[in-house]
């Protein structure tokens, strides 16, 4: 996870590692059934053993921020496209419900106030990359394509940015824990794989809340980076 150990790079055989880690065999076969299992190094039939061929990806939050342009899909596929790679989504579950107690203190719903939820797996190159659960207040969603099940030509900031509520700021928090059983089914998570959980809020003019997102990605594919200005 580290790049210590480059993509496709072949592992020492388990002689060199028990000299070099001062462990016994059978701890040096544990550790590598482990990475196995949790998808970080492959066996190859009479090569050996390589670390896989991809490394942790690098996503930026930010570029996903804006409305896509005029004809475009969800910056989330043309985000990948730049990379080399196939993006899309599949809907999981969308409709009114009520929310957590702290999406509902940020959108200023009382106790049983409702909000619509959009929640959907972002896919790359036809694996699940991310799991993300969006509210919006009730209120502004109820009888808009953001309440369909349907997918949102252009996503969801371009919606709202035409429903006259464009996205002006976002605040993240981040984390790393471990995954629920819902998360672990989703994200096809090999063994005990963390994930990172971004708690985001979305604000338009006048700084309304407009959309509160929980986005949770495996940990040993991704890393989240952020370009901020100085001021």
Same mark, same amino acid.
């Given at each position: 996870m580290?790049?210590e %150990? =480059?993509?496709?790079w072949?592992?020492p ?7 070099e /880690?001062?462990?016994s065999n059978v701890?040096?076969q544990?550790a590598l059934n482990?990475?196995?299992? $949790?998808g970080l190094?492959? @066996? ?6 390589f670390?896989?061929?991809?490394a942790?990806q690098?996503i930026q939050p930010?570029?996903?921020m ?7 899909p969800y910056? %989330?596929?043309t $985000? ?5 790679q196939?993006?899309g989504? *599949?809907?999981?579950?969308v409709?009114?419900t009520?929310p957590?107690?702290?999406v509902?203190?940020?959108l200023?719903?009382?106790d049983?106030?409702?909000a619509?939820? *959009?929640s959907?797996?972002g896919?790359l190159?036809?694996e699940?990359? =991310?799991?993300v659960?969006s509210?919006y207040p009730?209120?502004l969603a109820?009888?808009?394509?953001l309440?369909?099940r349907?997918?949102?030509?252009g @996503? #969801?900031?371009?919606?709202l940015a =035409?429903?006259g509520?464009?996205?002006?700021e976002?605040e993240? $928090?981040?984390s790393a824990?471990p995954?629920?059983t /819902?998360?672990?089914v989703h994200?096809?998570?090999p ?5 990172i959980e ?5 604000? #338009? ?5 407009? =959309? ?5 990605k495996?940990?040993h594919?991704f890393?989240m ?5 100085? /001021?």
């Open positions: 580290s790049g %150990w =480059e993509p496709g072949k592992i055989k388990t002689d060199a590692l028990i000299e /880690h001062g462990a701890t040096i544990r482990i990475l196995k299992a $949790e190094l492959e @066996g190859k039939a009479g090569s050996g053993v670390v896989r061929e991809r942790p690098t930010a570029s996903f804006a409305p896509s342009d005029p004809g475009q910056r %989330w596929v $985000e990948a496209t730049k990379r080399s196939r993006g989504n *599949r809907i999981v579950e409709g009114e009520i957590p107690k702290r509902r203190a940020i200023g719903l009382p049983r106030g409702t619509v939820l *959009r959907r797996i896919i190159d036809d699940p990359a =991310e799991l659960d509210f009730a209120d109820v009888g808009t394509r309440a369909d349907r997918k949102i030509p @996503g #969801s900031p371009t919606l =035409e429903m509520y464009p996205p002006r976002q993240d $928090e981040i824990r995954a629920t /819902h998360e672990f994200l096809e998570l063994a005990d794989i963390p994930v971004v708690f985001r809020v979305v604000y #338009s003019d006048d700084r309304r809340p407009i =959309e509160v997102t929980t986005l949770v495996p940990a594919l890393k980076g952020y370009h901020l200005p100085v /001021h």
